[in-house]
């Protein structure tokens, strides 16, 4: 049969987050096809996706994915051949994958769901804003997880917390990997629905991506959230300032973050990479003590594009948007150059 090169390269793309590069699970490198669909699983996230192929078996993803991004036909022949393979051919070109005939990807382990609900608009938005705030740190599982609760989404690591209030549409509080959850941002999801040990997102093209969900208790941050203190006013020209920092920022190993540092009249962003460093002085009405933190630069632009007031306590600030609040520590500058010191932006 003939395929769209580019659509089926698509629906191959979608559902490559529940993709392992280390095959842990068996076939849980691969993609699996099976009664019209095309499915992935590694135990903490799969997805289904129709792709109308009457094929069954097995092929790994990552040489598919490779080939197919290569290729320019529009058109696709599929067949499988004589020696059990998945075979394409193009104008002029062909290639072989080798497939598994027999199917051990054991996806059936995922509930399937009853009855789908629709997914608040904002609800994506705020996985957006609160994965910022995600733990990488294994030894503590539970911040390493967005917290989905029936009135908000939040996230801690400790250093800062996120939570956006938003009715989300689960009747109990549930934990999601936050590198799991954040695969749906860009994926249009618009419906969801909650199983025993799942939690599943659907979008307008029929891909169905579901998580793993746990419900171990999560740090009640209520009093975490709450800071007492004086308020500023964030300088216009923050946003721009971060994207200038995050080109260095974001060359570095783990996740960009830009600095922050108040000193009495003024802020400094900065960021610092493999390939350089960047910083830039704002003026702004504070008086306090010298106070420093980092921060993820998206984050950092989302707030000064939507709020121009924060808070600043002894050891926190805290920024509140309204349907949503960020809480982040503070900290004491290191050591500046007499320069730095005294140098200021008027602006």
């Not at 078996?57 to 051949?81: P, S």
């Not at 598994?100 to 995922?110: G, T």
Request: aromatic letters at 6%.
């Amino acid at each position: 049969m003939n395929i769209n090169r580019e659509e089926f390269l698509n629906n191959l793309e979608a559902v490559k987050a529940g993709l392992s590069p280390r095959e842990f699970i068996e076939q849980s490198s691969c993609f699996v096809f099976a009664d019209g669909q095309v499915m992935t699983f590694n135990d903490e996230v799969a997805c289904r996706k129709e792709v109308g192929l009457k094929l069954s078996g097995a092929v790994q993803a990552a040489a598919l994915l490779d080939i197919l991004g290569k290729i320019t036909d529009e058109e696709l022949k599929i067949r499988e051949n004589e020696k059990g393979e998945l075979e394409f051919a193009g104008k002029r070109k062909r290639f072989g994958i080798t497939k598994d005939a027999e199917i051990f990807l054991p996806i059936d382990r995922v509930e399937t769901p009853e009855k789908w609900a629709p997914l608040p608009k904002e609800f994506t938005e705020a996985v957006g804003l609160v994965q910022h705030c995600v733990s990488t740190d294994e030894s503590r599982f539970v911040l390493t997880c967005i917290h989905i609760h029936p009135e908000y989404v939040e996230a801690c690591d400790n250093l800062q917390i996120m939570r956006v209030k938003l009715p989300t549409g689960v009747k109990e509080s549930i934990l999601v990997r936050g590198s799991s959850l954040n695969h749906i941002v860009s994926l249009g999801m618009d419906q969801m629905a909650v199983t025993k040990s799942w939690v599943h997102f659907k979008n307008q093209s029929n891909l169905i991506f579901s998580c793993r969900l746990y419900r171990e208790d999560y740090p009640d941050l209520g009093a975490q959230i709450k800071v007492k203190g004086h308020d500023i006013t964030i300088p216009k020209g923050v946003k721009e300032a971060s994207e200038r920092a995050a080109v260095f920022a974001s060359n570095k190993s783990g996740d960009p973050l830009v600095g922050v540092s108040l000193t009495a009249g003024q802020i400094e962003i900065s960021g610092e990479g493999l390939s350089g460093w960047y910083k830039e002085r704002k003026g702004v009405a504070y008086e306090g003590p010298p106070m420093t933190f980092v921060i993820a630069p998206t984050l950092l632009m989302h707030i000064s594009e939507h709020h121009n007031e924060a808070r600043i306590g002894d050891s926190k600030l805290k920024v509140n948007g309204g349907h949503w609040a960020y809480v982040t520590v503070l900290g004491k500058p290191t050591e500046t150059t007499k320069e730095e010191e005294t140098g200021k932006d008027e602006s």
